[in-house]
């Protein structure tokens, strides 16, 4: 069975830094693409950053300039580096993966506090 498995969230205080790691059970070659997207409590999910097989990017607007997401297709990984924190990044983080005619996965969260 196939999936994604995230780490790295915790509390930091606001300003401070972050990376998040998600982990594919096989190749992420064959991925459309990933991403990040995040819930915060009583709102939806958003995306918050994706990476295509290509390594075309794109980013929330709140977050650019600020969050990076990157791919190592060696290790199987895809990161969020998450710099100048803020109050508003509070959330859970799902890690995403989109597949070619399948429904996409998604992995189980990890939780980002931020502290002002």
């Known amino acids: 069975q196939e999936q994604l498995v995230e780490s790295g969230g915790g509390l930091v205080q606001a300003g401070g830094s972050l990376r998040l790691s998600c982990a594919a059970s096989r190749t992420i070659f064959s991925f459309k693409a990933m991403g990040w997207y995040r819930q915060a409590p009583g709102k939806q999910r958003d995306l918050v950053a994706r990476i295509t097989g290509a390594g075309s990017t794109n980013y929330a607007d709140s977050v650019k300039g600020r969050f990076t997401i990157s791919r190592d297709n060696a290790k199987r990984t895809v990161y969020l580096q998450m710099n100048n924190l803020k109050f508003e990044d509070t959330a859970v983080y799902y890690c995403?993966?989109?597949?070619?005619?399948?429904?996409?996965?998604w992995g189980q969260g990890t939780q980002v506090t931020v502290s002002s």
């Open positions: 995403n993966a989109e597949l070619f005619g399948v429904q996409p996965l």
